[in-house]
């Protein structure tokens, strides 16, 4: 299984440097379009992707994770720090599931 970066052309740069593939986006089009094509990638089993780009297309993000058994998408923060409103596994987790989760 191959990883696959989508974020901010600092941090595709370093991904790149560790022999990750990866796509700098600017824009939620350019954003949808790169998760499409690593998902239409049969041995692409990781995503990583910066918070900020994921808020762009946040419905397309928890569509895969809901309903696709792979890749698995991980968001990391960006050069701006981490966000604030994010929800955490364990809330997204109640949310998918409708149970509380300790």
Same mark, same amino acid.
């Given at each position: 299984m191959k990883f696959f970066c989508v974020a901010d052309e600092d941090t595709v740069r370093g991904f790149r440097l560790a022999g990750v593939d990866a $796509?700098?986006? $600017?824009? &939620?089009?350019?954003?949808?379009k790169a998760i499409d094509k690593a998902v239409?990638?049969?041995?692409?089993? %990781? =995503? =990583? #992707?910066?918070? /900020? %780009?994921?808020?762009? #297309?946040? &419905?397309? %993000?928890? $569509? =895969? /994770?809901?309903?696709?058994? /792979? &890749?698995?998408i991980v968001e990391i923060p960006g050069p701006e720090g981490p966000q604030e409103a994010r929800k955490s596994m364990r809330e997204f987790v109640q949310e998918a599931v409708g149970i509380s989760v300790c």
């Amino acid at each position: 299984m191959k990883f696959f970066c989508v974020a901010d052309e600092d941090t595709v740069r370093g991904f790149r440097l560790a022999g990750v593939d990866a $796509k700098v986006v $600017k824009t &939620p089009d350019e954003a949808q379009k790169a998760i499409d094509k690593a998902v239409s990638e049969p041995d692409c089993g %990781i =995503i =990583i #992707i910066n918070e /900020r %780009i994921a808020s762009w #297309i946040r &419905p397309q %993000i928890d $569509k =895969i /994770r809901m309903e696709m058994n /792979r &890749p698995l998408i991980v968001e990391i923060p960006g050069p701006e720090g981490p966000q604030e409103a994010r929800k955490s596994m364990r809330e997204f987790v109640q949310e998918a599931v409708g149970i509380s989760v300790c």
